[in-house]
């Protein structure tokens, strides 16, 4: 079969769904490759690296539909596109299922199958497939860039001769993939970086990046993220306000702030208010990231940057992957070509749409005449963050009963087990002979002595010590050399054995010891 890439024909993308190197990858699926002439361009990859790597370069976008089999974009297709698909033809790209119910009732009227990227499960086994992380990976990065580019200060701190310059704080609303990616950023740029998220599983995750993840003084459980494809769930008013008001306490302070909190198929939360904006200081700098899905920041105009009357720079571009063109495609384009290898298990160029895999059926939103969006939860969910359970602190004497309560049964357990050690030695010394009965007491006396003296080590010992018990336990030694002598060759050759085994085990143990000290000690 024949995948094809064609030009993108919302303005201003540069990206491209096919790279040079995916393409190879994807021949090695068995797939032929073809891409419009120029598709690349805006990304860095020209017509002769396509060629190089063995695509066939289609003068016209007519002629690339018409020929392959399987398109792959990045961008929602345009009504126009939409009327070249075809039954049997497989669309990949984003397609905002949620928000465009005339597409999918488009390629539902011919027939095609859909996967929307961004619709791709968020499950282990399809990370490698997810194009939204990808993309908001870049764009929580290229949003620091941005504000970095619109602040008149230094990110870091520095004392220099001309004067101390303070460093920059910086407020990361939302710690997905995209607040991470700024929270990273941000951090080693050298400024103060504060970030919040409604799911208190991530604050962890935020203070490990040296970050100070925000708590707000509000009692609501919260479902954990995990638990919904690892995006937020919607709050409820109370938390929403306690939200607000800390928001409005952090306003004055904060230099920059990135918002990035979106949840799938719904419009953009309002979480930075306009007298929010009035109370930050001149030069600060605001950067939305919702600014497709309505924003986040009541004054966010998409795909401006605009100066309010307070001096703060709003920016809501929307392209920001886009602005990275090179890098982007490269992530998306392997993205697809992971997405062709779940399709392609025989790796004979010929798609298995298996409607049975999680992530195939998760991703798919029409397919062969029906719409299948919304997709049926997940069979593989991903694993929730459990609870910590608080343990109660006894009481001293809480504590003085418990010892005195475990002493007992340990005591009552040992009594029990010598009380049937003696009843079982005094049978066998009704019935046993008076040699078997001498060897048997040294027997039992020294199982006795060997499992005291092992037992008594402590357990955070026995790896450096384990040896020295080890060679302790072959006094056993002594009864095989007080055997040596008797007058059976059997027995003289089973005595000499043991004494050569036991020698072993006593050496090796001192010296293993010796080696495994010596590890502590410096040179």
Same mark, same amino acid.
């Given at each position: 079969?024949?995948?094809?890439?064609?030009?993108?024909?919302?303005?201003?993308?540069?990206?491209?769904?096919?790279?040079?190197?995916?393409?190879?990858?994807?021949?090695?699926?068995?797939?032929?490759?073809?891409?419009?002439?120029?598709?690349?361009?805006?990304?860095?990859?020209?017509?002769?690296?396509?060629?190089?790597?063995?695509?066939?370069?289609?003068?016209?976008?007519?002629?690339? #539909?018409?020929?392959?089999?399987?398109?792959?974009?990045?961008?929602?297709?345009?009504?126009?596109? &939409?009327?070249?698909?075809?039954?049997?033809?497989?669309?990949?790209?984003?397609?905002?299922?949620?928000?465009?119910?005339?597409?999918?009732?488009?390629?539902?009227?011919?027939?095609?199958?859909?996967?929307?990227?961004?619709?791709?499960?968020?499950?282990?086994?399809?990370?490698?497939?997810?194009?939204?992380?990808?993309?908001?990976?870049?764009?929580?990065?290229?949003?620091?860039?941005?504000?970095?580019?619109?602040?008149?200060?230094?990110?870091?701190?520095?004392?220099?001769?001309?004067?101390?310059?303070?460093?920059?704080?910086?407020?990361?609303?939302?710690?997905?993939?995209?607040?991470?990616?700024?929270?990273?950023?941000?951090?080693?740029?050298?400024?103060?970086?504060?970030?919040?998220?409604?799911?208190?599983?991530?604050?962890?995750?935020?203070?490990?990046?040296?970050?100070?993840?925000?708590?707000?003084? $509000?009692?609501?459980?919260?479902?954990?993220?995990?638990?919904?494809?690892?995006?937020?769930?919607?709050?409820?008013?109370?938390?929403?306000?306690?939200? !607000?008001?800390?928001?409005?306490?952090?306003?004055?302070?904060?230099?920059?702030?990135?918002?990035?909190?979106?949840?799938?198929?719904?419009?953009?939360?309002?979480? #930075?208010?306009?007298?929010?904006?009035?109370?930050?200081?001149?030069?600060?700098?605001?950067?939305? &990231?919702?600014?497709?899905?309505?924003?986040?920041?009541?004054?966010?105009?998409?795909?401006?940057?605009?100066?309010?009357?307070?001096?703060?720079?709003?920016?809501?571009?929307?392209? $920001?992957?886009?602005?990275?063109?090179?890098?982007?495609?490269?992530?998306?384009?392997?993205?697809?070509?992971?997405?062709?290898?779940?399709?392609?298990?025989?790796?004979?160029?010929?798609?298995? *749409?298996?409607?049975?895999?999680?992530?195939?059926?998760?991703?798919?939103?029409?397919?062969?005449?029906?719409?299948?969006?919304?997709?049926?939860?997940?069979?593989?969910?991903?694993?929730?963050?459990?609870?910590?359970?608080?343990?109660?602190? !006894?009481?001293?004497?809480?504590?003085?009963?418990?010892?005195?309560?475990?002493?007992?049964?340990?005591?009552?357990?040992?009594?029990?087990?010598?009380?049937?050690?003696?009843?079982?030695?005094? &049978?066998?010394?009704?019935?046993?002979?008076?040699? $078997?009965?001498?060897?048997?007491?040294?027997?039992? !006396?020294?199982?006795?002595?060997?499992?005291?003296?092992? #037992?008594?080590?402590?357990?955070?010992? *026995?790896?450096? !010590?384990?040896?020295?018990?080890?060679?302790?336990?072959?006094?056993?030694?002594?009864?095989?050399?007080?055997?040596?002598?008797?007058?059976?060759?059997?027995?003289?050759?089973?005595?000499?054995?043991?004494? $050569?085994?036991?020698?072993?085990?006593?050496?090796?143990?001192?010296?293993?010891?010796?080696?495994?000290?010596?590890?502590?000690?410096?040179?």
């Amino acid at each position: 079969m024949i995948i094809g890439t064609p030009k993108e024909v919302f303005e201003g993308e540069a990206r491209v769904a096919m790279t040079p190197d995916s393409a190879l990858q994807l021949q090695k699926l068995g797939y032929e490759c073809m891409i419009e002439t120029g598709a690349g361009a805006a990304a860095g990859f020209s017509d002769k690296d396509y060629k190089d790597a063995g695509v066939t370069v289609k003068k016209t976008a007519n002629a690339l #539909w018409k020929d392959a089999e399987i398109i792959a974009k990045v961008r929602q297709p345009e009504e126009a596109e &939409l009327k070249r698909l075809a039954k049997g033809k497989t669309l990949i790209s984003f397609f905002n299922p949620g928000g465009n119910e005339d597409g999918m009732e488009a390629a539902k009227a011919k027939g095609a199958n859909v996967i929307a990227m961004e619709m791709v499960p968020r499950i282990s086994r399809a990370q490698k497939m997810d194009a939204l992380s990808s993309m908001a990976n870049i764009a929580g990065y290229r949003a620091v860039i941005e504000a970095g580019n619109n602040f008149g200060r230094f990110f870091t701190g520095q004392i220099t001769a001309a004067g101390k310059v303070p460093p920059a704080k910086v407020l990361v609303v939302g710690a997905g993939v995209a607040g991470l990616a700024a929270i990273g950023t941000s951090t080693s740029l050298g400024a103060i970086t504060y970030a919040f998220d409604v799911r208190p599983e991530v604050a962890e995750q935020v203070e490990s990046m040296g970050a100070e993840f925000v708590y707000l003084d $509000f009692e609501e459980e919260q479902q954990d993220g995990a638990a919904t494809g690892g995006y937020a769930a919607v709050s409820s008013p109370e938390f929403r306000e306690a939200q !607000l008001a800390k928001f409005r306490e952090l306003a004055p302070e904060m230099d920059i702030v990135i918002t990035t909190a979106l949840i799938p198929n719904r419009e953009a939360p309002e979480l #930075w208010t306009e007298d929010m904006v009035k109370a930050m200081k001149p030069g600060s700098v605001i950067v939305d &990231l919702a600014a497709e899905k309505g924003g986040n920041c009541k004054l966010t105009v998409a795909d401006e940057k605009i100066v309010t009357d307070n001096g703060v720079t709003i920016i809501g571009y929307t392209d $920001f992957p886009s602005r990275m063109a090179t890098q982007s495609s490269m992530l998306y384009s392997t993205n697809i070509r992971h997405m062709m290898t779940d399709l392609t298990p025989e790796k004979d160029g010929q798609i298995n *749409h298996d409607m049975e895999d999680d992530v195939i059926r998760g991703a798919t939103v029409t397919f062969e005449g029906d719409i299948t969006f919304p997709p049926p939860p997940p069979k593989i969910q991903a694993i929730a963050v459990q609870p910590k359970t608080e343990v109660k602190e !006894l009481t001293r004497e809480e504590k003085l009963a418990a010892e005195a309560a475990a002493f007992k049964a340990q005591t009552k357990q040992q009594v029990t087990l010598l009380g049937v050690g003696a009843v079982l030695i005094l &049978l066998a010394g009704l019935y046993a002979p008076a040699s $078997f009965m001498q060897h048997f007491i040294v027997f039992v !006396l020294a199982v006795f002595v060997g499992f005291q003296v092992i #037992w008594g080590v402590s357990h955070s010992l *026995h790896t450096p !010590l384990m040896a020295v018990t080890n060679a302790i336990s072959s006094i056993i030694i002594l009864g095989a050399l007080m055997q040596i002598g008797s007058g059976s060759f059997l027995v003289i050759l089973l005595a000499a054995l043991s004494v $050569f085994m036991a020698g072993i085990n006593i050496f090796g143990g001192f010296l293993v010891t010796r080696r495994m000290l010596a590890m502590f000690q410096k040179s």
